[in-house]
């Protein structure tokens, strides 16, 4: 064979090559977009039902948050869910919530699905006990970087009673720095203005919140 005809075997393998590789790459694309529109809670503005979809089918009243990050500190609040005389609890109550690492950061480890995806890998769910009695079990996140937002807790319930789930005002900390004291009222939503009295006991944050909901 001659070099011109041995150089033109070796372009058409290249560029058949190219070729193939270029079509695997549009495919895995194509199949990333399809899966993406298929799944409506692969979205961080995703409906609040998202929120919901991809929790254990057997729930506790105890909701534990794995703790990964090195040098985290540990956080336990607990409290009771009462309806909105403040006095009946209500038992089933779904909670979910999320929340940044001890960088202020959503980290995640790559196995989320839905809008877990962008709520990261701090996450969980709890059902409240027959006394409306719930427990976060997690580690006390941190602040956005550079940013002046007080640390909290996103958190969302879901009644037994009612198909239509609701945001509740987010955790905070009442020892925060970034919390000043004069505002605190000012986030209050459902569930409570949502700011947490914490203290540290053996080496644990442990706080109280009781929910009511109108």
Same mark, same amino acid.
């Given at each position: 064979?001659?070099?011109?005809?041995?150089? =033109?075997?070796?372009?058409?393998?290249?560029?058949?090559?190219?070729?193939?590789?270029?079509?695997?790459?549009?495919?895995?694309?194509?199949?990333?977009?399809?899966?993406?529109?298929?799944?409506?809670?692969?979205?961080?503005?995703?409906?609040?039902?998202?929120?919901?979809?991809?929790?254990?089918?057997?729930?506790?009243?105890?909701?534990?948050?794995?703790?990964?990050?090195?040098?985290?500190?540990?956080?336990?609040?607990?409290?009771?869910?009462?309806?909105?005389?403040?006095?009946?609890?209500?038992?089933?109550?779904?909670?979910?919530?999320?929340?940044?690492?001890?960088?202020?950061?959503?980290?995640?480890?790559?196995?989320?699905?839905?809008?877990?995806?962008?709520?990261?890998?701090?996450?969980?769910?709890?059902?409240?006990?027959?006394?409306?009695?719930?427990? =976060?079990?997690?580690?006390?996140?941190?602040?956005?970087?550079?940013?002046?937002?007080?640390?909290?807790?996103?958190?969302?319930?879901?009644?037994?009673?009612?198909?239509?789930?609701?945001?509740?005002?987010?955790?905070?900390?009442?020892?925060?720095?970034?919390?000043?004291?004069?505002?605190?009222?000012?986030?209050?939503?459902?569930?409570?203005?949502?700011?947490?009295?914490?203290?540290?006991?053996?080496?644990?944050?442990?706080?109280?919140?009781?929910?009511?909901?109108?």
């Amino acid at each position: 064979m001659s070099a011109s005809l041995h150089f =033109i075997g070796m372009m058409s393998f290249v560029g058949l090559l190219f070729s193939c590789q270029l079509k695997e790459a549009e495919r895995a694309i194509t199949q990333t977009i399809t899966t993406r529109q298929s799944d409506a809670c692969d979205n961080p503005d995703a409906d609040i039902h998202c929120c919901f979809a991809n929790m254990p089918n057997l729930l506790t009243s105890v909701m534990n948050i794995p703790n990964s990050d090195a040098g985290a500190e540990k956080l336990i609040i607990s409290g009771t869910i009462y309806k909105k005389d403040g006095k009946t609890p209500i038992p089933g109550v779904i909670l979910y919530a999320y929340h940044t690492n001890t960088k202020g950061e959503y980290s995640k480890k790559g196995t989320e699905k839905g809008v877990q995806k962008w709520h990261g890998s701090h996450h969980g769910w709890c059902k409240t006990d027959a006394n409306g009695k719930y427990r =976060i079990e997690t580690i006390r996140p941190a602040s956005y970087p550079g940013n002046t937002t007080p640390a909290h807790i996103h958190a969302a319930v879901k009644l037994p009673d009612n198909p239509n789930p609701f945001y509740i005002t987010d955790f905070m900390f009442k020892d925060d720095p970034l919390l000043p004291k004069a505002e605190q009222n000012r986030f209050s939503y459902q569930g409570g203005s949502g700011i947490v009295a914490v203290q540290k006991v053996n080496n644990v944050w442990i706080g109280k919140r009781d929910l009511v909901l109108n």
